[in-house]
């Protein structure tokens, strides 16, 4: 049963398309189940559930009205893949968003990161060649520019050795892909790399889930703010920035999740000149550690406990994108402010605090 590749890519508006999304419960990933689902895609999820609960896809079915196929599969696993992709023969497409991310505990447990994120990518782009699916979105990261020498960062901006084995797994990750894409014309992919994705969405029903203590910066805020820390750390005023804290621009987690509807259509009508893209998605607009307190503060009227400490080892003094590239080829822009993604960061935290993820919210 041989389709052929080249009848998939016209898209009939009456068409439901579907879609796989590894890593579909996660934080960005179930954003964008919602938006594309909210876009009439059917979606499919494989998750293995190391670091988000099942509880999530309730939520978005209470958000969007829609259910998806779930799949609690670790994408490593070669024969789960080949039974997702044989039980469903329709899917035009795979969102990648499966991986770890914590970048200390890369640096801990180097090999964790390198066979989950390193391993995950090769055994999907097998088995989405066996089965014959021409189309994937990888979640890369601004990362791969470290501390770039030019601002704002732009998609040629050079890559610069990794920090971090996470940080270095994006940039194998992103070689892959192109290394892969070259030799399989017929095959398509983008490479999305996302700057600071905070937020949450405005219903409070989904948002992010750290486990443990977090080292993020706007989870770390809205857990302070709740009382399960005593302060917040800022870590170091000292940069050469206009209040001396680092910059990075933060960008909505609803506003990435429509970009990756974006970045597929795209794909799906074949509008881009190549058969591998790769697209910074930020606001554009950087914002300093204290600016975002101050917007907190603004926002949820709540004050926040914090103290200058030294700067944390591996941070950029400042970064944020040029968003040139997406606003013109993909004719996306973000459309949320910072006090949208702080105010929706804490009303996700009360809710977390108020209805915890229980056992029988789960499917
Ligand atoms: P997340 O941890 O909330 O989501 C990742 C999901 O993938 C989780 O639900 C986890 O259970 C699942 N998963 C991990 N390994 C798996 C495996 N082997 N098989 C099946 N499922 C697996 O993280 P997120 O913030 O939503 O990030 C999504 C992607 O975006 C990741 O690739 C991450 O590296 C990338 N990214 C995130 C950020 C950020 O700041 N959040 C920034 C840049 C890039
Ligand atoms: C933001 C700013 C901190 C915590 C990391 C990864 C990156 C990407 C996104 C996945 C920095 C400061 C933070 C705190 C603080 N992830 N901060 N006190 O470091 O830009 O990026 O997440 O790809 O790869 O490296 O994000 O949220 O950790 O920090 O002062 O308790 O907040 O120093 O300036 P970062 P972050």
């Known amino acids: 049963d041989h389709r052929d590749l080249h009848s998939f890519p016209t898209r009939r508006s009456s068409d439901l398309m579907k879609v796989l999304i590894t890593g579909g419960t996660g934080f960005i990933g179930s954003h964008t189940v919602v938006s594309l689902q909210e876009q009439g895609f059917e979606v499919v999820i494989v998750d293995n559930l190391s670091n988000s609960d099942s509880a999530v896809l309730n939520r978005i079915a ?33 969102i990648h968003f499966a991986a770890f991310k914590a970048v200390g505990e890369s640096v801990e447990q180097p090999l964790k990161y390198y066979h989950n994120n390193i391993t995950g990518l090769v055994s999907l782009l097998e088995e989405m060649k066996s089965a014959r699916i021409p189309n994937i979105i990888f979640s890369s990261s601004a990362t791969v520019y470290g501390q770039p020498e030019n601002l704002p960062a732009t998609e040629d901006s050079p890559v610069l050795p990794a920090t971090s084995p996470y940080g270095n797994t994006k940039q194998i990750n992103e070689q892959i892909l192109r290394d892969f894409l070259l030799v399989n014309q017929d095959l398509k992919g983008i490479s999305l790399r996302y700057f600071n994705p905070i937020g949450a969405h405005p219903g409070g029903l989904i948002g992010e889930l750290p486990i443990g203590t977090p080292n993020n910066l706007m989870p770390f805020i809205t857990q302070t703010a709740i009382g399960k820390h005593a302060e917040l750390k800022v870590f170091g005023n000292d940069y050469n920035t206009p209040d001396g804290t680092a910059i990075r621009d933060y960008i909505h987690v609803v506003d990435l999740a429509e970009a990756h509807v974006v970045a597929m259509n795209a794909l799906l009508n074949n509008s881009l000149k190549e058969n591998y893209s790769v697209f910074n998605l930020g606001t554009g607009n950087g914002f300093s550690v204290l600016e975002v307190i101050q917007s907190f503060e603004k926002t949820t009227g709540v004050k926040l406990p914090y103290r200058i400490v030294e700067r944390r080892p591996g941070d950029v003094e400042q970064i944020y994108a040029s968003t040139k590239l997406a606003n013109e080829v993909l004719g996306w822009k973000a459309k949320y402010s910072l006090d949208d993604m702080t105010l929706s960061a804490w009303n996700w935290e009360k809710r977390l605090s108020e209805q915890h993820f229980s056992y029988d919210d789960k499917v």
């Open 62 to 94: 209470k958000i969007t009205g829609k259910e998806s196929y779930f799949y609690c599969e670790d994408i490593c696993n070669r024969d789960a893949l080949k039974n997702i992709f044989s039980e469903h023969q329709d899917i035009v497409a795979v």
